[in-house]
């Protein structure tokens, strides 16, 4: 179970595209138009980056809970916060292995 999801991992089932969010300076200056218009696009950027991360998280989520027969599970939501926490920074395969270990603990 844990090695198919893996596999969705690396062939990137929850990746999305990151829209770019630095704004160079470089020939402008911080009030003109041009500048003041990446500023707006870098804004909009953020944004759909945080709402298309968000999207791909709970697809995730979902996921590892339908995979492990949780999806119903009372304690599902906490099971997911602690994978998350001890996870995250390390990427969704180690928030799936998280996953993997302490779902144990409910099932």
Request: charge should be negative.
């Amino acid at each position: 179970m844990i090695n198919e999801i893996l596999a969705q991992i690396r062939d990137g089932k929850f990746d999305y595209i990151h829209k770019p969010t630095h704004i160079s300076r470089v020939g402008t200056t911080i009030s003109s138009p041009e500048y003041l218009q990446k500023m707006d696009e870098a804004k909009e950027n953020r944004e759909w980056n945080r709402q298309a991360e968000a999207g791909v998280r709970n697809s995730f989520r979902k996921t590892l809970a339908q995979a492990y027969g949780v999806s119903e599970h009372p304690k599902e939501e906490r099971l997911w916060e602690l994978a998350w926490s001890k996870g995250h920074a390390s990427g969704y395969a180690e928030v799936a292995l998280e996953y993997d270990e302490l779902v144990t603990l409910i099932t």
